[in-house]
């Protein structure tokens, strides 16, 4: 197969720094089409990932899966896009289209594993694939998505993951006008959370550590913030919301939050990945019937949906604007909870 090299942002172990290395992506087949990536955000997914928190990186890791661009190349059998139009890649490049989860239009829960934009297993070239932190990428039209014309290109490229990953909770758990939501954790998934849930008319909710965000969410939409570690106002909250979007990208408490829950509610769990040490009180699910629940991303024609929704209510990421070269400043940022509320990468420096 034909190839020809990029350049790229990544990381050779768990311990160093990203720096600019050469890739190779494939030369567009009939259904793929090549975009030159002008933005890219980063996700808490990127951080984890090029760290090997979740185990099975693998290296050279190019993170990146909130990608948005122009397309210069297409292959001969694309009925979709044309060169020069906007495309969007999300968290997906590819997914066996057979199983039962694809024929639904799941394929993030595809049974024969779908592919991811980065660390995914390549079905193309050998090894794994690589994401956004790039010039270039290559992708199968099925997985592109369409960009509203109207929004801000730079601040629709969190729509992508962060978007689509609070969207789907919110659209399975049937979110509409009245639904009492609450959020936690105020970073990029949350604050997408916030204005989705207000654009489908939900009264919303923040849980957050972080006082000095509390005039930031009241002006993203929310209707009130709790202080996770104010027990009074944990209290005043008790058995309110029916859905729970909980971000927190690392273990936590889930009980304080079980009890705020409505009889049915759901907490849904999109961030941390792995074994809660604290346990979980059963009597709260029991005696009310709620659940704990996770969720992943969303699927492509979901991804579609929730984008041309954006675009009706005019609803972007707040983001703050990097240049390649300051990803690993960015991260420890990250780690800090100190994001208002994306970094988005400007890929023109990276032809610096
Ligand atoms: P982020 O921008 O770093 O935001 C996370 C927020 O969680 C922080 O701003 C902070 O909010 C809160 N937080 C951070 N550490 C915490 C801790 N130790 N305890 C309690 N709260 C804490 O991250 P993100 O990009 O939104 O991603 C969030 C998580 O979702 C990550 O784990 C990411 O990998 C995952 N993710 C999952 C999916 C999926 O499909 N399920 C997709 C994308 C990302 P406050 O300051 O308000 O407390
Ligand atoms: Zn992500």
Redo the contacts with the bound molecule.
Sequence with gaps: MKTFNVKAYGTESKDADLKEMQIERREATPKDIEIEILYCGV???DL?TARNDWGGTKYPSVPGHEIVGKITKIGEEVTKFKVGDLAGVG?MVDSCKECESCAQDLEQYCMNGSTGTYNGIDKHLEGHTFGGYSEKVVVNEDFCLKIPENLDLQAVAPLL??GI?TWSPLKHWNVKEGSKVAV???????HMAIKLAKGLGAEVT?F???PD?IQDALDLGADAVVI?NYENEMEAVHGRFDLIID????D?DLNPYMSTLNINGTLVL????GKMDEGLFTPPMILGRRSVA????GGIKETQEMLDFCGEHNIVSEIEMIKMQDINAAYER?LK?D?R??FVIDMQSLKN
């Design positions: 996700c808490h997914s984890h968290c993951c962060a990953t936690v954790g105020l970073g990029g998934l949350g923040l957050s550590r972080s965000k996770s971000t927190v990208p690392y936590h999109v961030g941390f990945i996770g969720s992943v991303i990250m909870s994001v509320y994306r």
